[in-house]
C-alpha cells in the first residue's frame, strides 16, 4: 500500500514537468521550434501595432477575448468556415445538381465568414506572447493560403467548372487542417500561464 502510495506521488511530481516540456512527440518538438524561430520576428513586429488597435477598446478586447464567457470569439467564429467547406466537401460527393448548388453556397458562406473571423484571431494574437505569436504567423499564413484556394473553388464552381472546384476544395480542407492544428496548439498554450494581455 506505502509502495503504491509512493507510485503515484511520483508520476504526480512528474506529470507536471512532462507538461512544461511539452512531451515528447514530434509535433510538440516542431512547435517549439516554430517558437523559437527569430525569423518570424519582423513578421510580428509588422503586424503587432494593427493587431493592438483590435484590442485598444476595453469593451471590445472583453469581447473579442471572451472575459465574460471564458471563450474567445474567435473558437466560436472559426465553426462557420471551418463546417461551410467541410460540408461542402461532404455535398461534392453527390452528382445532383442540387447539392452541386448547396456546396457553391457553402464554399461562398466560407469564404464570407473568414474575415470576421480572422479579425477575431488577430485580436487574440495581439494579446499573446512572442513565442505564440510566432506560432500565430504561421498560423495566419495557412489559414490564409486556405482562404484564398477556396476563393479559388468558388470562383471555379460559378463558372461552371465544377471539378476544379472540387480539386480546390479538398486542397484547401488539407491547408485548413494544418492551419487547424497550429491553431489548437495555440489555444492550450492560451489555458497556460504564458498568455499575457498587453492592454491592461
Do not use: C
Request: proline share 4%.
Amino acid at each position: 500500500m506505502e509502495r503504491r502510495s509512493r507510485d503515484l506521488l511520483e508520476l504526480e511530481l512528474r506529470a507536471p514537468r512532462v507538461r512544461r516540456n511539452g512531451g515528447g512527440g514530434l509535433f510538440r518538438r516542431l512547435m517549439g521550434k516554430l517558437e523559437r524561430a527569430e525569423s518570424l520576428d519582423g513578421a510580428v513586429r509588422a503586424i503587432s501595432p494593427l493587431a493592438q488597435r483590435l484590442v485598444a477598446n476595453g469593451r471590445l478586447r472583453s469581447v473579442l477575448h471572451g472575459d465574460a464567457t471564458g471563450l474567445p470569439l474567435h473558437v466560436i467564429l472559426t465553426d462557420v468556415p471551418f463546417g461551410a467547406w467541410f460540408m461542402a466537401q461532404y455535398l461534392d460527393l453527390f452528382p445532383d445538381e442540387g447539392s452541386q448548388r448547396a456546396a457553391t453556397r457553402l464554399v461562398g458562406l466560407g469564404v464570407v465568414a473568414a474575415a470576421p473571423t480572422a479579425l477575431s484571431g488577430w485580436a487574440e494574437w495581439a494579446l499573446a506572447d512572442r513565442a505564440t505569436r510566432r506560432v500565430g504567423i504561421v498560423h495566419a499564413g495557412a489559414n490564409g493560403v486556405a482562404v484564398l484556394i477556396f476563393l479559388g473553388s468558388w470562383t471555379a464552381r460559378r463558372r461552371g467548372r465544377r471539378r476544379l472546384g472540387v480539386r480546390l476544395a479538398r486542397v484547401g480542407g488539407l491547408v485548413l487542417i494544418v492551419g487547424g492544428f497550429l491553431g489548437g496548439y495555440m489555444g492550450s498554450s492560451r489555458r497556460g500561464p504564458r498568455w499575457i494581455d498587453h492592454g491592461r
